[in-house]
């Protein structure tokens, strides 16, 4: 998981060769600001994000921190 708490956006490479979700091989996704995503690999070049799933981390104000860990275990 990355989350991004700096202030510029965040460019995140697969592994050479390697792809992320449908980008092609070799290219980047970027994390906005207050952006989160977590990786997961399915083989040994295809990775998988939640990227677009969850965005940003304005998405979970209201939410306590049990139930943003609940919410990440499913």
Do not use: C, H, M
């Not at 600001?33 to 990227?51: C, D, I, K, P, R």
């Not at 306590?64 to 990440?72: H, L, Q, V, Y």
Request: charged share 15%; aromatic share 8%; no cysteine.
């Amino acid at each position: 998981t990355i989350v991004n708490k700096g202030a510029y956006p965040v460019t995140v490479f697969p592994a050479s060769g390697a792809q992320i979700d449908a980008a092609g091989a070799n290219v980047a996704v970027t994390i906005p600001v207050s952006g989160l995503a977590e990786f997961v690999a399915s083989s040994a070049t295809q990775w998988y994000s939640t990227l677009n799933d969850v965005t940003s981390l304005s998405q979970l104000t209201g939410l306590t921190s049990d139930e943003i860990f609940r919410a990440e275990k499913k």
